[in-house]
């Protein structure tokens, strides 16, 4: 097991035989191996993944030796099974050559965050009537009983809305462009634009 980092772009179709495939379409940025993780030291096997702020920030260049904090503007860690450590070293750079011979994937990535909102909208209420002198046309209604006088666990209310962490197991991989080092998955991806997804194989 191990991962990539990539960034949403949009989605789009894909024709395969004689059907339309909904895809969309991640962007993979330039990934370097900064560490590791070991079972003498940490207990358990991982790789540290860094991803370069820019190509030109990216490369050690005329009288640069080491890169520092501020090359780098997300870092990742992905599990690996044990004997996997050894095909990766510090310093490495991650491709999508990682990617050959894989049909699915595991994403995670956080939903798109839609604020403070009220019952109907974050629960898909039905509401209550909308004319003859109704006053309660968006309210949540009961929330409880007499005893206990308290409201139960769970209960479906207004609150924080989005930004919860969404993980999507065995998503086909339709499309791999190693020139635009794009790939491209089946169905759609939580997160707006420019959302830094994580990729699991």
């Known amino acids: 097991m191990a991962?990539?980092?990539a960034k949403k772009l949009e989605m789009t179709r894909v024709v395969k035989g004689d059907a339309f495939i909904p895809v969309t379409l991640l962007e993979v940025p330039q990934l370097k191996v900064v560490g590791m993780?070991?079972?003498?030291?940490?207990?358990?096997?991982?790789l540290i993944v860094w991803v370069?702020?820019?190509?030109?920030?990216?490369?050690?260049?005329?009288?640069?030796?080491?890169?520092?904090?501020s090359d780098f503007?997300?870092?990742?860690?992905?599990?690996?099974?044990e004997g996997d450590s050894e095909k990766y070293k510090v310093g490495d750079d991650l491709t999508l050559d990682s990617l050959e011979g894989i049909e699915s994937v595991k994403?995670?990535?956080f939903s798109k965050w839609k604020g403070f909102t009220g019952a109907m909208k974050k629960h898909n209420f039905h509401g209550w009537p909308g004319g003859h002198g109704s006053k309660f046309h968006r309210a949540l209604g009961s929330i409880?009983?007499?005893?206990?006088?308290k409201v139960h666990k769970g209960k479906k209310m207004h609150g924080h809305h989005g930004n919860t962490k969404v993980n999507l197991r065995s998503v086909p991989?339709?499309?791999?462009?190693?020139?635009?080092?794009?790939?491209?998955?089946r169905g759609p991806v939580p997160g707006g634009r420019n959302t830094m997804v994580d990729i699991i194989f």
Not at 37 to 46: G, H, P, R, T
Not at 144 to 149: C, F, I, S, V, Y
């Open 144 to 149: 409880g009983n007499r005893k206990p006088t």
């Open 52 to 69: 370069l702020a820019s190509e030109e920030g990216g490369k050690l260049g005329k009288g640069k030796t080491t890169l520092n904090k």
């Open 107 to 109: 994403i995670i990535a």
């Open 173 to 185: 991989v339709e499309l791999i462009n190693k020139e635009l080092w794009v790939i491209g998955v």
């Open 3 to 5: 991962g990539i980092l």
């Open 73 to 81: 503007t997300s870092i990742r860690e992905f599990p690996l099974n």
């Open 37 to 46: 993780k070991n079972l003498k030291s940490d207990w358990y096997e991982a």
